[in-house]
């Protein structure tokens, strides 16, 4: 019998002779602190499957939480499972959660479904199994702000990367083209800012997101662009600009706007006001606060600029860039938040931010050799906005690059020419999705996978055994199949 084909591949495992069967009897015995576990484990099995899965002193499924495991980390958990009776352990929540992932991708794909599946023997094979990630911080970014998407989705796709281990969805929130975060001093932001492209999100359903993702063991972590990508900011309140009395529309074009945050006070403490509300809705360690792409023509321009830079001590306008960034970082550090910023290499930043080097590995050396702490987004590998292939028939995406499945999965957040030191600085790596190119949410769906997949193989086992990984997806798109995740896309959902 083949050894079972989970994406991503388990550090160790071995195939044991024999299954397990659940019934209609099955129980789950449920050490304390293990009852997140539990009710995951029911809620993500129970449409399809119909089981109950009570809670037994004598349950032949058990979840246990042993903090003495340490060997196992945050996230790691060891699965035995024998013809009688199964043992999820762990060290820590996070660990069982990413065990239950495991045990629905070696149920019968039908345990995937929504519906009842009447007529399914749920077996799953017996295996010994110890696992743990490679990397702490294994992610996807959504741009929600250049195309809104419905919490209904946010949340599906919450699901799709817990399947995969995957514990990070960092929410691109606002950008030129729109503002979908509520401030509740601030209601011109969503009046105005949230209605090109969609709407805007209230605050119970973030906080209801943040919920949901928690107990799938997933990290919302929020992203409010500044001092660039600001127009729909601007568009609902003109005076945080640098020219007094201009009114400004949401930006309808894709690209970079030159018109950018003012540096005055009012200003700065529009964005204190945001961060707090956002601090308040988000409850992650990590915010992110955007930070590149940010052309610095209107502060040359800008007399209330000028007087800035030269008020602090600044060599010219082009210095009030790092000189706001540590303004706003140091507000997130004084609330106890680590602030997080896209960079090229870390240069134009204060060494305590951990930054997001997008442009390649070099420029990420570079950032963790400065100091800083890093997530590896490098666009040419990681960045889903780009076609998969070359095809006539693949839908039209951003310019410049193919990024096929293979170069994903060839991504290596911490390559092996570096320091022991060095690679202790990589948080872990994460996909992007802009979705200038995405008008639906079933191409964002298509263009997500099977990429993610390779992603977080790269981010969990570490390994690039590329014939292996294509023999388990195989059989791992029979899941994605079961789950509704499209293979082609209809012509409805070509961009436009």
Avoid at 30 to 59: I, M
Avoid at 65 to 82: F, K, M, P, R
Avoid at 185 to 197: K, S, Y
Avoid at 298 to 320: I, K, N, Q, Y
Wanted: with cysteine; proline share 10%; hydrophobic share 40%.
């Amino acid at each position: 019998m083949p050894a079972p084909r989970i994406v991503p591949e388990p550090t160790h495992l071995q195939s044991l002779p024999g299954l397990f069967t659940f019934g209609a009897t099955t129980a789950l015995k449920v050490s304390p602190g293990a009852d997140p576990a539990a009710r995951l484990l029911r809620t993500l099995l129970g449409p399809a499957t119909g089981l109950p899965l009570p809670a037994r002193p004598d349950g032949s499924v058990v979840l246990a939480l042993d903090g003495a495991l340490t060997g196992l980390g945050e996230e790691g958990y060891g699965l035995t499972i024998g013809t009688e009776g199964i043992l999820l352990r762990a060290a820590r929540p996070g660990g069982l959660l990413a065990g239950v992932q495991t045990l629905r991708q070696l149920l019968p794909v039908e345990s995937l479904g929504g519906e009842p599946a009447p007529g399914v023997v749920w077996s799953v094979p017996c295996v010994q199994i110890t696992d743990t990630p490679r990397f702490p911080w294994r992610g996807a970014m959504l741009d929600v702000a250049r195309r809104f998407r419905p919490v209904s989705f946010l949340r599906r796709y919450v699901d799709l990367l817990a399947l995969h281990k995957l514990n990070v969805l960092h929410l691109h929130l606002t950008d030129d083209q729109g503002w979908r975060m509520p401030v509740a001093a601030l209601p011109r932001l969503t009046e105005v800012g949230g209605v090109p492209h969609g709407g805007a999100y209230t605050r119970a359903e973030l906080a209801g997101l943040v919920a949901y993702a928690a107990e799938r063991g997933v990290t919302v972590v929020p992203e409010i662009e500044m001092p660039g990508h600001v127009r729909a900011a601007l568009a609902a309140y003109p005076e945080l600009g640098n020219h007094p009395g201009r009114t400004y529309d949401v930006w309808d074009r894709w690209g970079v706007c030159d018109t950018i945050l003012g540096v005055h006070d009012e200003a700065l403490d529009f964005c204190r006001t945001v961060l707090d509300e956002v601090m308040d809705v988000f409850p992650s360690s990590y915010v992110h606060i955007g930070g590149e792409e940010c052309p610095t023509t209107e502060w040359h321009t800008s007399p209330d600029a000028r007087r800035r830079a030269v008020a602090e001590g600044l060599a010219g306008p082009e210095g009030l860039h790092g000189w706001f960034m540590e303004r706003i970082g140091r507000h997130l550090l004084d609330a106890g938040r680590q602030p997080l910023s896209w960079t090229e290499d870390g240069t134009d930043l204060p060494p305590y931010f951990t930054v997001m080097p997008w442009r390649d590995s070099d420029h990420g050396r570079v950032a963790v050799r400065r100091g800083h702490r890093v997530v590896m987004a490098p666009h040419r590998t990681t960045y889903l906005d780009y076609p998969q292939s070359t095809s006539p028939a693949e839908p039209p995406g951003q310019a410049g690059e193919v990024v096929d499945l293979r170069t994903v999965h060839g991504n290596d957040p911490a390559p092996a020419e570096w320091s022991p030191e060095e690679s202790a600085r990589v948080l872990g790596s994460q996909v992007q999705l802009w979705t200038e190119y995405v008008p639906t949410a079933e191409h964002a769906e298509y263009l997500t996978f099977p990429r993610l997949c390779a992603l977080a193989e790269v981010v969990w086992t570490g390994r690039h055994d590329w014939p292996g990984f294509q023999e388990r997806l195989r059989h791992h798109r029979t899941r994605l199949d079961a789950l509704g995740v499209p293979r082609r896309l209809s012509p409805t959902s070509v961009p436009v």
